[in-house]
């Protein structure tokens, strides 16, 4: 079954707005998450990451949250820009115990498309 | 600020023949990975390795898919006797360590004709 999951499959947001991007997992055993853009013809560019003794944590104009409680992720973006338009991916690392715990593996959520009008 | 790179961009190939895809990782990591993407859905995770030796391996990693480092840079996916399926965007990523932000190459088109 599917592992990661996206609420909302576009987004679009005005210029100098902020973003929320949101991500469901049903794992509980995940131990470090990741979010990711990808633009057209590139491969996923690393935004920012947490781990699971965290519930937020803050980049340059990004932040994200982790609530445990109910499984879910989100990823905000502040002053959205319109260098920001791409798919924005979660992914999560599940340990796998047959390989003496987590090898580094990301499972990968379908994406979200974000659009930024100027 | 250093890459991942992958070599071709895009490869076409005859359906039963072999391809080899290549990624020079980032030069201070320690854990490569490969991943697929078949278009219009999820990025699959294939292989992990480190310490030239397979770390983990998905359901997808079958006989038919090997990787090696041949050499100090270069970390290489051979597909032998190819299918249609396998038409996919493939991606190298590397990281410093496991459970450490894991930076992707722009990806190998394959096509299987």
């Known amino acids: 079954g599917e592992s990661v999951g996206l609420h909302l499959p576009t987004l679009s947001v005005q210029e100098g707005d902020n973003s929320i991007i949101n991500c469901a997992y049903s794992?509980?055993?995940?131990?470090?998450f990741i979010w990711y853009k990808q633009e057209s013809g590139k491969g996923p560019q690393f935004i920012i990451d947490?781990?699971?003794?965290?519930d937020k944590r803050q980049g340059q104009r990004v932040t994200v949250l982790l609530n445990k409680t109910v499984k879910h992720l989100s990823l905000q973006i502040a002053a959205t820009q319109p260098g920001d338009s791409a798919v924005y991916f979660c992914?999560?690392?599940?340990?796998?115990?047959?390989?003496?715990?987590?090898?580094?593996?990301?499972?990968f959520g379908k994406g979200t498309k974000l659009s930024v009008k100027p | 600020e250093p890459e991942v790179t992958q070599t071709p961009s895009h490869q076409v190939t005859q359906m039963g023949q072999e391809v080899i895809l290549r990624c020079v990782p980032i030069?201070?990591?320690?854990?490569f990975y490969w991943y697929r993407q078949i278009l219009g859905q999820k990025v699959e995770f294939l292989v992990s390795?480190?310490?030239?030796?397979?770390?983990?391996k998905s359901e997808i990693f079958d006989d038919q898919f090997s990787v090696e480092r041949p050499d100090g840079s270069n970390f290489t996916l051979k597909i032998r006797s190819t299918k249609l399926e396998d038409s996919a965007m493939y991606f190298c990523?590397?990281?410093?360590?496991?459970?450490?932000?894991?930076?992707f190459g722009d990806g190998t088109r394959l096509s299987i004709l």
């Open positions: 990523a590397s990281s410093v360590f496991k459970n450490q932000p894991q930076h």
């Open positions: 794992n509980s055993a995940s131990d470090y």
């Open positions: 947490i781990r699971s003794n965290m």
């Open positions: 992914a999560e690392n599940i340990p796998t115990p047959n390989y003496g715990g987590s090898q580094g593996n990301l499972i």
């Open positions: 030069s201070n990591h320690l854990y």
């Open positions: 390795f480190y310490n030239n030796e397979i770390s983990e």
